[in-house]
């Protein structure tokens, strides 16, 4: 089990790469961003970005589901090659339909949005944005399902660079404001785009397989539901906001939000290289055993990584942007929580993939997303963004449970949940300390230093991990 643990690790190091130098330069772009845009125009981009998701969602999913669990269902090369390209025809068929839909309409949407017209040009730009990243993504599921995680890093990169000199250029040099982020944000993807469609170019051809679509589209358009409930989790919040609130708060949460995520580049590393990791197991025992340790060790993970954010998040805002970003300090904590709970349910999900029992799915997203809109609707307008917050956690905590409940009834596991709860009970606990007793930095830099020495007279650790840790404890 170890060996396939490390094969799994080694990937996702290699996929988080990419997204750790993609999150840093995210962040270090933050006092670009916090100087040339006010809170309000941050607020429009992330409510594009927003409405750029749940497109995606509705257009694309079902086959980026099927496509995953349809690669490996045979090891026919003739097949795998049947499988991409009708993955590909139909996502660039799509994605083009949604574009030319979305620059028609564009006045229309930016009214429905932002009650004026004027943003008309924001959106456009957002659905060119939201053309080539459809396209750039299927091209690099490519890498994730033959497992060349190389690859997939050098175009992770690439694309950044570009995207950064194209974001830079048109915001500080050009002044371009929100456009120019947007515009500079798929600048680097078509170029890339367009380098892989060359690289790729003995792959791919004109050839659409209508019964395999038929078939893929059975797997995967049940999981569309969950899907769009995801997003209303994820983010319904900006809408909600902007319409209850402003773009000003808006703005601020999306501050926020934009820290806490630093943590998603290790949940982003972990669910590239998990799907063909997990389905890879042949063995179903092999498999419970494996995806026991995988969840404990997720919520570990994630759950010190969110107390660090939360811990330490005054300080990171005060080193990241200017002072009317500052506020966005109480954020951090319930949302970075929230992404650790979205990592357990990423581990617990992939047994109902497992055994191909999706079509349910939607019933616990759903409850998760029904939750999240219902406190939105009644938190954001007494407490605004810290409302909104607590929407987002309450509703991936059940999110999460659901799931767990949900796998176990198909594929049950025998999860660890001593451990699971303990890792996450003192975390929380020692994020509450730090933000209720308003710590000083050190303080706050020896809680989070202290999170898995906590674990230890609590008995977290097994004597197998414990001699891994601590080698000269077990040695003769």
């Given at each position: 089990m170890f060996e396939r643990l490390k094969e799994l690790l080694r990937h996702s190091a290699l996929y988080g790469l990419g997204n750790l130098v993609a999150r840093l330069v995210s962040v270090a772009l933050l006092p670009?961003?916090?100087?040339?845009?006010?809170?309000?125009?941050?607020?429009?981009?992330?409510?594009?970005?927003?409405?750029?998701?749940?497109?995606t969602a509705l257009v694309a999913q079902a086959m980026k589901s099927a496509f995953f669990r349809f690669y490996f269902d045979s090891a026919d090369e003739d097949r795998r090659r049947r499988v991409v390209l009708t993955t590909f025809w139909y996502v660039m068929g799509a994605a083009t339909g949604v574009l030319v839909a979305g620059v028609v309409f564009a006045g229309t949407v930016s009214h429905l949005l932002f009650g004026t017209a004027a943003h008309r040009d924001l959106v456009a730009a957002a659905f060119v944005g939201l053309w080539a990243a459809m396209n750039y993504e299927q091209m690099t599921s490519m890498f994730r399902v033959e497992k060349r995680s190389g690859a997939y890093v050098v175009a992770t990169l690439a694309n950044l660079v570009l995207t950064v000199a194209a974001t830079v250029l048109l915001v500080v040099v050009y002044e371009q404001g929100p456009l120019g982020v947007i515009v500079g944000n798929f600048t680097g993807t078509v170029i890339v785009y367009a380098g892989l469609l060359v690289h790729r170019r003995g792959v791919l051809g004109f050839a659409f397989d209508r019964a395999l679509y038929r078939s893929m589209s059975r797997y995967g358009l049940p999981l569309v539901?969950?899907?769009?409930?995801?997003?209303?989790?994820?983010?319904?919040?900006?809408?909600?906001?902007?319409?209850?609130?402003?773009?000003?708060?808006?703005?601020?949460?999306?501050?926020?939000?934009?820290?806490?995520?630093a943590m998603v580049l290790l949940l982003t590393a972990f669910?590239?290289?998990?799907?063909?990791?997990?389905?890879?197991?042949?063995?179903?025992?092999?498999?419970?055993?494996?995806?026991?340790?995988?969840?404990?060790?997720?919520?570990?993970?994630?759950?010190?990584?969110?107390?660090?954010?939360?811990?330490?998040?005054?300080?990171?805002?005060?080193?990241?942007?200017?002072e009317s970003f500052y506020p966005a300090e109480d954020v951090v904590a319930p949302l970075a929580f929230s992404v650790a709970a979205f990592g357990g349910y990423t581990v617990a999900v992939i047994s109902v993939g497992r055994v191909r029992a999706t079509r349910l799915n939607w019933t616990v997203t759903g409850a998760a997303a029904i939750l999240n809109v219902a406190l939105n609707l009644v938190l954001i307008p007494p407490f605004g963004r810290m409302g909104a917050a607590f929407a987002t956690v309450a509703a991936y905590t059940l999110m999460f449970a659901g799931m767990v409940w949900r796998a176990q009834t198909v594929f049950p596991v025998p999860y660890q949940w001593r451990r699971v709860v303990t890792?996450?009970?003192?975390?929380?606990?020692?994020?509450?300390?730090?933000?209720?007793?308003?710590?000083?930095?050190?303080?706050?830099?020896?809680?989070?230093?202290?999170?898995?020495?906590?674990?230890?007279?609590?008995?977290?650790?097994?004597?197998a991990e414990r001699a891994r840790l601590l080698p000269w404890r077990s040695a003769p």
């Open positions: 670009l961003y916090t100087r040339y845009l006010t809170p309000a125009d941050y607020g429009l981009i992330e409510t594009l970005v927003a409405l750029a998701a749940v497109l539901p969950s899907v769009v409930a995801l997003w209303a989790t994820n983010f319904s919040d900006r809408f909600f906001l902007v319409k209850l609130a402003d773009t000003h708060e808006v703005g601020l949460y999306s501050i926020g939000s934009r820290l806490a995520s669910r590239m290289g998990w799907p063909a990791f997990a389905y890879s197991i042949e063995d179903d025992r092999e498999a419970k055993r494996t995806y026991s340790f995988v969840l404990t060790y997720v919520v570990v993970v994630t759950c010190w990584l969110a107390l660090a954010l939360g811990a330490l998040a005054p300080w990171l805002l005060r080193l990241l942007t200017t890792a996450i009970v003192v975390a929380v606990g020692l994020t509450v300390l730090a933000r209720a007793a308003e710590v000083p930095l050190l303080v706050a830099l020896a809680l989070v230093a202290a999170y898995p020495l906590a674990l230890i007279p609590l008995g977290f650790y097994l004597p």
